[in-house]
């Protein structure tokens, strides 16, 4: 199934994008191409390191190494620009370790072939996503955006009132020579 999704292109399905082989030259992995970074992860400067998978299945996890690492030294990484760079740190701080090396693990599978596509294909995924920039706010929606505020902060003045207008009424009722 995996292999099926990941060979017809459905992995980060968009059309104007170009297809890179990623990984495993059987597996092909669409990449989304931005004016900013190429979308190319090159393999060349990512350190790969294998291992035991955690979990179930027997004698098959404790034999062979299905767990896949990928390490990049994000400051040093000049296939990303320096805009890129700074928003994946501040989007995966949490994979980024004191060394400032950025830890990728990818065990979702049974083969290494298949953790190694999937983690190359989520680092991509990762990069496209910190790659996007954020688009500009015209004047016409500015506006928009002022006259709804005010518009929300008049209804909400107008419920405080009405509101404080039937707590008024209810003391008026209530007389303290009554007592």
């Known amino acids: 199934m995996l292999r099926h999704l990941l060979c017809r292109g459905q992995v980060a399905g968009a059309p ?9 030259p059987s597996l092909r992995v669409r990449l989304v ?19 035991r998978s955690s979990g179930a299945g027997g004698q098959h996890v404790n034999k062979v190494s299905t767990k896949v690492t990928l ?10 620009d320096e805009y890129t760079r700074s928003r ?14 950025f830890v990728l693990e990818c065990q979702e599978t049974r083969s290494q072939v298949r953790n190694r596509a999937l983690a190359f294909s989520h680092l991509t995924r990762m990069c496209n996503e910190a790659a996007q920039r954020p688009k500009e706010t015209t004047p016409e929606k500015k506006a928009r955006v002022v006259k709804l505020q005010a518009k ?19 003391r008026k009722n209530t007389s303290r020579n009554d007592w």
């Not at 104007?16 to 082989?21: E, F, S, T, Y």
């Not at 004016?35 to 790969?48: F, N, T």
């Open 16 to 24: 104007a994008m170009r297809d890179r082989l990623v990984g495993c």
């Open 33 to 51: 191409v931005h004016r900013w970074w190429s979308g190319l992860v090159p393999q060349e400067h990512v350190q790969i390191s294998t291992s």
């Open 71 to 80: 390490r990049f030294e994000v400051a040093s990484a000049g296939w990303l």
């Open 88 to 101: 994946l740190v501040m989007l995966q701080r949490g994979r980024i370790n004191k060394e400032g090396e």
């Open 152 to 170: 929300g902060n008049r209804e909400r003045l107008i419920k405080k009132k009405m509101r404080s207008d039937i707590k008024k009424d209810r």
